[in-house]
C-alpha cells in the first residue's frame, strides 16, 4: 500500500529533512541536482546525482544537498517484494543510477499515482502495485544475481511469483488454475508446491491476499463495501461479508470501526 507521495523541486537547504524513522519503505529518486541521505547530525554525504534510493523502516535518516533545488519523487510503501528485502539484507539502502530516460519514468510514475494516492478508486491499489513492482525491478537492476537455484528455492520463487500476479489482477478474481498457467505450470502442479512451500492450499493462500487487501482498503479508504468488494475480487457483497467474518471472526463494519 503507498502510504506517502511527493515530486518536485526541493532546496534542502530551505526545506531540511531531518533525521527521522520512518515505519514504511521509502523510495527516494533525484532525477535533476544532488542529495544523499545521511545519518548522524555532522555526516557530509556523498552527494548523487540522477540515482535512486531504497531505505527501509525504522532506519534512521535524513536527506541533504549541495545548497541548490533538486527535482525527487518520493515514495513510501508499506512494504516491497520478499527478494528486494532480501537483497538488502542488513545494509543501510540500495541505490541505483539513473538514465535520464528513468528519470522521466519515475516523474511520470509519480505524476501519474497523483489521484489514485489523494482519491483511490476502484483500481488504484493495481496503479500502486505496478509501481511498486516498477520501483523494486529498477532499484535490484545493478545487483549481482545469483546462479541458479536449488529446486527448493526455485519452488519458493514459483509461489513468490505467482502470489505477484495474482495480487496485481486481485479485481478479475483469476482461479488456481488461471495462476498456475501464469508461471507456465499445470494446476496440479502448482497445487503440490504450494503446499509443500506455504504449507496450505493455492486457495487458501488466494484467499488471505484477499482479506490483507480488503483490510488495507478498509483501514485507508472511506469506501463503501459496494466499492471495496470488486477491489478485493469477490463477486457480492453478500459474498464478500460472509468470508470476512470467517476469516476475521467480526464484520467488515466492525473491524473499520475499531481499527
Not at 71 to 80: G, I, K, M, W
Not at 212 to 221: I, S
Request: net charge positive; charged share 25%; proline share 5%.
Amino acid at each position: 500500500m503507498l502510504r506517502y507521495l511527493a515530486q518536485g523541486l526541493r532546496n534542502f537547504s530551505v526545506s531540511p529533512v531531518p533525521l527521522f524513522s520512518g515505519m514504511n519503505w521509502e523510495f527516494y529518486a533525484v532525477t535533476q541536482g544532488c542529495a544523499a541521505p545521511f545519518y548522524f547530525d555532522s555526516e557530509v554525504p556523498e552527494l548523487r546525482s540522477r540515482t535512486l534510493w531504497l531505505l527501509p523502516p525504522k532506519k534512521r535518516h535524513g536527506w541533504k544537498g549541495d545548497g541548490k533545488a533538486c527535482t525527487r519523487a518520493v515514495f513510501h510503501f508499506s512494504r516491497v517484494p520478499a527478494e528486494v528485502e532480501e537483497t538488502l539484507g542488513e545494509r543501510n539502502y540500495l541505490s541505483v543510477r539513473l538514465s535520464a530516460a528513468d528519470g522521466r519514468e519515475i516523474m511520470a510514475l509519480a505524476k501519474s499515482l497523483g489521484p489514485h494516492f489523494q482519491k483511490p478508486k476502484q483500481f488504484s491499489a493495481l496503479h500502486c502495485e505496478r509501481a511498486l513492482l516498477t520501483l523494486s525491478l529498477m532499484v535490484l537492476r545493478d545487483q549481482k544475481m545469483r546462479g541458479t537455484l536449488p529446486l527448493h528455492q526455485r519452488d519458493e520463487e514459483r509461489v513468490e511469483r505467482a502470489i505477484a500476479w495474482y495480487s496485481v489482477l486481485l479485481a478479475q478474481n483469476p482461479s488456481v488454475d488461471e495462476v498456475a498457467n501464469a508461471i507456465h505450470m499445470t494446476g496440479a502442479s502448482f497445487r503440490l508446491i504450494t503446499k509443500k512451500i506455504r504449507g496450505v492450499p493455492p486457495h487458501r493462500v488466494l484467499r488471505e491476499i484477499q482479506i490483507k487487501r480488503a483490510c488495507e482498503v478498509l483501514a485507508n479508504t472511506a469506501d463503501t463495501l459496494d466499492q471495496v468488494v470488486p477491489q478485493c475480487g469477490f463477486q457480492s457483497v453478500e459474498d464478500f461479508c460472509r468470508v470476512f467474518k470467517n476469516e476475521m471472526g467480526v464484520s467488515a463494519d466492525v473491524w473499520r470501526k475499531f481499527t
